[in-house]
DNA sequence: CTAGGTGCAAAAGGTTTGCGGTTAA
DNA sequence: TTAACCGCAAACCTTTTGCACCTAG
């Protein structure tokens, strides 16, 4: 995984950025790196301590810039399941969220919609740019625990 | 809808807490009355602000407490939909939440389940305690104030 | 009686904002 | 050239925590 690629942008970034209007710069393209390179849920705080290697200088306010602009280019999604930090996640294919109540970890279900939004009656006037479907419960590692006691 | 109800523990609410090891207090029940007194979605400060007419000397600390019992106790849901404060919702029938990206509102939608979690490929030994749909977007109010421009 | 709950106030996150300097287009 | 962006630091808002007192069971 060549992680010298980020020294130039590449063309979808690039692209992304441009036609939601946002300028191209380094930050975005190093964050997007980091983001993308790793396909877990990390919190704003995580992506800053991945980002500051390979860019020490980087700061916490871009990283929240970096994030929300990628987020309005429809490269990653914001997740929020719990009352903590908000989690950010790199895959855009159709999947949904399984949040650990023990130990507040996210992790990604596979998903087919196969007609799941027929049931929805969406008021008139209404609409709809995202469907999201999250799961609550317990994970295999702390059902585990939980059954070791 | 007699707010003199409040004095005495009502039986859902007295029973849901014992199940659930709670004790039953005063600040529990009107907390309660409190949410399930208005069909909306209001924030810890926006229940703390109405439970505080009838209960002046409650505190911050306590509404937390109470809404996390009650969540415990399956009578309300908490939801969270952006990074801003969770909303707690006291319709526990099945629904979705639409959340408006424009205003930040919370709007129920009617919703039937219809094998929809069928889709679903759940790994092992994941134990899922709660499924819930929601949608983004922009709700018709914002919707007519971008038209009208 | 006493573990659990309350109110208060301070602390601890997480996120946003203001500002002077920098840079992509 | 200049509006957008960066880094820094302070402000802001939400949530948690510690503690002395109180109370439901």
């Known amino acids: 995984m060549g992680s010298d690629m980020q020294l130039k942008g590449d063309a979808r970034l690039n692209e992304r950025l441009a036609t939601s209007g946002f300028r191209f710069t380094p930050q975005r393209q190093h964050v997007y790196n980091v983001v993308m390179g790793k396909r877990d849920h990390p919190t704003v705080?995580?992506?800053?301590?991945?980002?500051?290697?390979?860019?020490?200088?980087?700061?916490?306010?871009?990283?929240?810039?970096?994030?929300?602009?990628?987020?309005t280019c429809g490269l990653i999604k914001h997740v929020n399941l719990d009352r903590t930090a908000t989690r950010y996640c790199p895959n855009m294919k159709e999947h949904c969220h399984f949040y650990c109540e023990s130990c507040g970890e996210v992790f990604d279900v596979d998903y087919t919609a196969q007609g799941s939004q027929k049931g929805l009656k969406v008021p008139e006037g209404f609409r709809v740019k995202q469907y999201e479907v999250s799961l609550r419960g317990v994970c295999r590692n702390c059902e585990a625990k939980a059954g070791r006691g």
């Open 45 to 71: 705080e995580e992506v800053f301590i991945r980002a500051k290697q390979g860019m020490p200088e980087i700061s916490m306010a871009t990283v929240y810039n970096c994030l929300d602009a990628l987020v």
